[in-house]
């Protein structure tokens, strides 16, 4: 007898244990999906005792293989299995969903070792795509990823997105295991049963693609050793299931999805009653240490005072200089690193860049992928493309993740590229993200120090670049950091205080200066730090000066302007508050003319000033 034979008979009970103790952790939540979870058990089971790699009594060992479910809405599959290999106990899992307590209805972090939070189908894939990566390039340490997807999320455009990366990156360290259980929410998928199309399409995309019963417990095993062996390029298994296997008034059958079942005592019997099996999962091999990167050192760039320099560009020569700092730093673009300019970083340091093509939720995935390791990733676009990862940004932040975006090329100073290439959304969206930070440099040696910053501040930090030029106006030895602001000019006749970011700031001090020769006194405020604003300055200025504006190349809603007013509007009896911001639809154009046309250059801002003032 083999010892696969003898270990199928423990296997079998594993697995009836893990879909057993699925129906009970839901039951008592009266709400959760165990008939997604009993599609899977007999995959995990098997999974679990043979095949994975993880210390679970030590789960931050870098050598730990990685486990993600994609199809987090299999949470009681996955609590199921923590408590088979020790790591909750049975009082735990029946808490699944309760408040206060660490198993959510879709996994998070909140657990240990679930490296981040999955439920928002088409993420848990190129997510470990991003830890393949990191294992192979940067921590260069043998862990395997492994994947557990669902049919229905094979719609998903961000899966084939990692579909396609992977292949292209050959990680042979990275296994997905599809559960075709051929039923969705509200009917069969569109594919259903037929996996040698879903066969067809991994192959074409250069995967190994491994069709099974995925209720045979030997044809499991074999398969999952044939995918360790792989070499050069990774692998899929297309797993054929029943949802709500093993108990006959939910097997196979629709419109279970998403419930509890009617009769769990039943169901319990019928699977044989409650187990208290524990498996003891394989420990990592290995003793090696994650690999680190040699740095030469150096000093950030600076430019001096009057230089005309785009902060793109300065992003992309501080990233460069952060990283022969700090071997823990990379960054990743979506093919447009000439233009965001951390193609400065790519060539500096070609084996910590990662180019994700125009592939914008694999890059942000990845970049969540490697920071489950430690590393310090940097993604960077054009600013309107980040929208196309937003649902990536926003679960990013439910998975505690620490995570880095530039957006380029934001607003109508672009100029001729046209409204599909300008992000007039963007500080709204990020602002909105929960802990997130946004920042809005005027000048390149802000930008260089915001760049520095970034790399230590927790949760997502969004830096917004600029296509033109801009005239450095601060000094290489001014300070500046998450949270400030810097006051341009001011002077004690001030009656006005104008609230400006990025492109907006030469605008306005060019008003100043007008309004100046009329003897009208303006202070302005570059606030360069969006979220968190500097609220210290605001509200000195709320006291000083008789009007307040703020002028942003962005839609007025959420941007600069309701950052200033959620500071203002509580203050009783404060100055009027006039708020300039793109309003219509812009056109290709000159950067100039684009402005005055939108209503935010030096003209406008002046005659704002004077309105406001009854000038």
Same mark, same amino acid.
């Given at each position: 007898m083999t010892d696969r034979q003898r270990n199928t008979p423990f296997r079998h009970e594993l697995a009836q244990q893990l879909r057993v103790d699925s129906v009970r952790c839901s039951a008592k939540a009266g709400s959760g999906h165990p008939t997604s979870s009993m599609s899977a058990a007999d995959l995990m089971a098997v999974l679990l005792d043979g095949h994975l790699r993880l210390d679970y009594a030590e789960p931050e060992n870098p050598r730990n293989d990685h486990l993600i479910f994609s199809k987090g809405h299999a949470s009681p599959l996955y609590y199921s299995m923590l408590k088979a290999v020790g790591a909750i106990t049975d009082d735990e899992l029946l808490s699944f969903r309760r408040f206060g307590s660490r198993l959510e209805g879709h996994p998070t972090p909140r657990i240990p070792p679930t490296d981040v939070a999955t439920g928002s189908l088409g993420q848990g894939m190129p997510i470990g795509v991003g830890l393949a990566l990191a294992g192979r390039d940067l921590d260069q340490l043998p862990y395997r990823i492994w994947v557990l997807c669902g049919d229905s999320e094979l719609a998903e455009g961000s899966i084939w997105e990692g579909f396609e990366h992977a292949a292209y990156a050959g990680l042979d360290n990275l296994t997905v295991i599809v559960d075709v259980n051929r039923l969705g929410q509200t009917r069969e998928t569109m594919v259903g049963w037929d996996l040698d199309r879903y066969a067809a399409m991994a192959t074409a995309f250069g995967w190994h693609a491994i069709t099974l019963d995925g209720h045979d417990l030997d044809a499991i095993d074999a398969a999952l050793s044939e995918a360790t062996a792989t070499k050069g390029k990774p692998t899929v298994l297309f797993a054929r299931t029943m949802k709500g296997r093993g108990v006959a008034a939910v097997e196979n059958q629709p419109g279970k999805h998403g419930k509890p079942l009617t009769d769990p005592d039943q169901a319990i019997a019928e699977l044989g009653g409650e187990r208290d099996l524990t498996v003891e999962v394989a420990r990592p091999a290995s003793d090696a240490q994650p690999h680190e990167f040699a740095t030469s050192g150096g000093e950030l760039p600076t430019w001096a005072v009057?230089?005309?320099?785009?902060?793109?560009?300065?992003?992309?020569?501080?990233?460069?200089?952060?990283?022969?700092?700090?071997?823990?730093?990379?960054?990743?673009?979506? *093919? !447009?690193?000439?233009?965001? %300019?951390?193609?400065?970083?790519?060539?500096? %340091?070609?084996?910590?860049?990662?180019?994700?093509?125009?592939?914008?939720?694999?890059?942000?995935?990845?970049?969540?992928?490697?920071?489950?390791?430690?590393?310090?990733?940097?993604?960077?676009t054009f600013a309107a493309f980040l929208s196309r990862a937003y649902d990536f940004v926003r679960m990013a932040a439910i998975s505690r993740a620490n995570l880095r975006l530039c957006g380029s090329h934001a607003g109508v100073s672009i100029g001729e590229d046209g409204p599909s290439q300008m992000a007039l959304e963007?500080?709204?969206?990020?602002?909105?993200? %929960?802990?997130?930070?946004?920042? %809005?440099?005027? +000048?390149?040696?802000?930008?260089?120090?915001?760049?520095?910053? &970034?790399?230590?501040?927790?949760?997502?930090?969004?830096?917004?670049?600029?296509?033109?030029?801009?005239?450095?106006?601060?000094?290489?030895? *001014?300070?500046?950091?998450?949270?400030?602001?810097?006051?341009?000019?001011?002077?004690?006749?001030?009656?006005?205080?104008?609230?400006?970011?990025?492109?907006?700031?030469?605008?306005? !001090?060019?008003?100043?200066?007008?309004?100046?020769?009329?003897?009208?006194?303006?202070?302005?405020?570059?606030?360069?730090?969006?979220?968190?604003?500097?609220?210290?300055?605001?509200? #000195?200025?709320? &006291? +000083?000066? *008789?009007?307040?504006?703020?002028?942003?190349?962005?839609?007025?809603?959420?941007?600069?302007?309701?950052?200033?007013?959620?500071?203002?509007?509580?203050?009783?009896?404060?100055?009027?508050?006039? #708020?300039?911001?793109?309003?219509?639809?812009?056109?290709?154009?000159?950067?100039?003319?684009?402005?005055?046309?939108?209503?935010?250059?030096?003209?406008?801002?002046?005659?704002?000033v004077r309105r406001g003032l009854g000038s």
């Open positions: 009057g230089e005309s320099v785009a902060t793109r560009e300065a992003y992309g020569e501080a990233l460069a200089a952060l990283g022969a700092q700090r071997g823990d730093v990379v960054a990743l673009d979506g *093919e !447009v690193s000439n233009s965001t %300019h951390s193609d400065l970083f790519a060539k500096a %340091h070609p084996e910590r860049y990662f180019e994700m093509f125009i592939a914008e939720q694999q890059m942000i995935a990845a970049a969540v992928g490697m920071q489950v390791r430690g590393w310090t990733a940097f993604a960077s963007d500080m709204a969206s990020l602002r909105a993200v %929960h802990g997130s930070t946004v920042l %809005h440099p005027s +000048d390149a040696n802000q930008t260089a120090q915001l760049v520095a910053a &970034m790399a230590d501040r927790p949760g997502i930090s969004y830096l917004r670049t600029l296509r033109g030029k801009t005239e450095v106006r601060t000094p290489p030895d *001014e300070p500046v950091h998450i949270g400030g602001s810097r006051t341009v000019r001011q002077a004690a006749a001030d009656r006005a205080t104008v609230f400006a970011c990025g492109v907006t700031v030469d605008e306005a !001090v060019a008003a100043a200066a007008k309004l100046a020769e009329e003897g009208i006194a303006v202070r302005v405020v570059d606030c360069y730090s969006v979220k968190p604003i500097d609220a210290v300055a605001i509200r #000195r200025a709320a &006291m +000083d000066t *008789e009007v307040l504006l703020t002028v942003e190349d962005h839609w007025p809603e959420g941007g600069l302007g309701d950052a200033v007013a959620e500071v203002v509007s509580p203050i009783t009896g404060g100055p009027p508050l006039i #708020r300039l911001a793109v309003r219509e639809m812009p056109t290709s154009g000159t950067p100039a003319e684009l402005m005055a046309a939108a209503g935010i250059d030096a003209d406008a801002i002046a005659d704002a």
